[in-house]
């Protein structure tokens, strides 16, 4: 790192209740010397609320990669710059993911403050295995492209985690219905930490009938969570070749036994010859 450059500081704000920004995020906030938003509205008022007052530069989806090197050239210059988003952390469905990589490319220190995030929150009170799970942010707008992206996760194990918007979210059950059918379990954690907080766990097809029967509710922000697929006792069965050849063997004449064998089990009747002729030995 070259110590006579500022630092990147990327700054989680609070996603809803203003009460969970992090007195370190509020101390880091004070001291640099400019602040990168998405919205610099929104931010002004973010920033307002904590009294505080800082130069604010814009830095969003679509000017990312040409406000980067503006941004790193105040940092080599000495300056500290901040990174925030809307709400949350920076870089989660938010912006930032070119700047720090090009900061750290140029021996930049980028530094975390960690603090809120929706699908951290989310998890942390769904009630479903957290020990492994995928974070698949924004699922696509259009029905085909969002049931091509599910299908992949059809047999996913591990806990899923998605963003989505009030007005697409009955759309995405009935997809998720048709994918991992509708017995799946799943949560809606909706305006987490924010006065109309709610959190739903119920099948798939029940948290769509139950958004369909309160239409009202479908507003807000949105996290789904999905539970893996449990593997069937059927497909977790495995069996060895000498439990196949060994129930052939008792039926069948060695060289029928192996053919069968070799067939049931996808492997060269050499192999499995050799091993039929062994287990005859014994
Ligand atoms: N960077 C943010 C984070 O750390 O979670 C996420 C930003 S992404 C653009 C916004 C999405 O996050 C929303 O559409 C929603 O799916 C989810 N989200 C943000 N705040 C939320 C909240 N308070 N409750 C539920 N979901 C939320």
Do not use: W
């Not at 929150?121 to 492209?145: I, N, Y």
């Not at 958004?211 to 069965?237: D, F, P, S």
Request: some cysteine; glycine content about 4%; charged content about 20%.
């Amino acid at each position: 790192m070259n110590k006579k450059h500022g630092t990147l500081y990327v700054v989680a704000t609070p996603i809803g209740n203003l009460q969970d920004v992090t007195l370190r995020a509020l101390t880091i906030l004070k001291q640099v010397e400019r602040i990168a938003a998405e919205d610099t509205r929104h931010a002004a008022i973010l920033l307002n609320h904590f009294g505080i007052h800082k130069p604010i530069l814009s830095l969003h989806d679509f000017n990312e990669q040409a406000r980067v090197e503006a941004i790193l050239s105040h940092i080599e210059q000495g300056e500290s710059i901040a990174l925030i988003s809307d709400a949350g952390t920076p870089l989660i469905s938010d912006p930032g993911y070119h700047l720090t990589r090009a900061a750290r490319a140029r021996s930049i220190a980028v530094v975390p403050v960690p603090g809120a995030c929706a699908a951290i929150a989310a998890l942390s009170v769904a009630g479903l295995p957290t020990d492994r799970f995928v974070f698949e942010g924004f699922l696509p707008a259009k029905t085909q492209a969002c049931f091509n992206r599910l299908s992949i996760l059809q047999h996913e194990s591990r806990t899923m985690v998605f963003y989505e918007a009030p007005h697409r979210l009955l759309a995405t059950l009935s997809v998720m219905c048709q994918v991992f059918g509708e017995a799946r379990e799943a949560v809606i954690a909706r305006e987490l930490t924010k006065q109309y907080e709610s959190v739903l766990g119920d099948s798939l097809a029940a948290c769509q009938a139950y958004y369909e029967a309160h239409a009202e509710q479908l507003r807000g922000e949105i996290v789904i969570l999905l539970a893996g697929h449990q593997a069937t006792a059927l497909e977790e069965k495995t069996v060895s070749p000498e439990q196949v050849l060994s129930v052939l063997l008792a039926e069948l004449p060695l060289k029928q036994a192996v053919s069968l064998a070799s067939e049931i089990l996808g492997e060269r009747k050499n192999v499995l010859y050799e091993k039929a002729l062994a287990m005859r030995a014994e």
